[in-house]
């Protein structure tokens, strides 16, 4: 089971962390995906990571501003946002694909974790 962590509520411009965690799995050998879906906006792509973390892929919106990193000792894949805004307000969620591969599409991942809710507030 995933668990997403980490929201909460931010001032713009803010930085945030938030943390994929597997609970009785590692996920060392697993791709992780983060997506996000804001109110009444259908969930989107935002990062992933292959299981080496040598890949990463970001939407181009997000490159820059977004960090995606595992650490496998600590059995986490964590996603660093800066500067954050308002447009950032979403529910973030992690994913995950047990053959280690980074997808865009979220039904590509075969499990996926609770959100964990990110306000930003300008």
């Known amino acids: 089971q995933l668990q997403a962590s980490g929201g909460g509520l931010v001032q713009a411009g803010d930085s945030v962390r938030l943390s994929c965690a597997a609970s009785?799995?590692?996920?060392?050998?697993?791709?992780v995906g983060w997506f996000r879906q804001a109110p009444g906006k259908e969930r989107e792509f935002v990062a992933a990571?292959?299981?080496?973390?040598?890949?990463?892929a970001y939407v181009d919106s997000m490159k820059g501003r977004f960090t995606i990193s595992r650490d496998n000792a600590k059995n986490t894949v964590v996603l660093l946002m800066s500067s954050l805004n308002a447009e950032d307000t979403a529910v973030y969620y992690c994913?995950?694909?047990?053959?280690?591969?980074?997808?865009?599409?979220?039904?590509?991942?075969?499990?996926w974790g609770q959100g964990t809710l990110v306000t930003v507030s300008s």
């Open positions: 994913a995950a694909d047990p053959y280690g591969s980074t997808y865009r599409d979220w039904g590509q991942y075969t499990y």
């Open positions: 009785g799995r590692s996920l060392s050998r697993y791709g």
């Open positions: 990571i292959n299981w080496t973390g040598g890949i990463t």
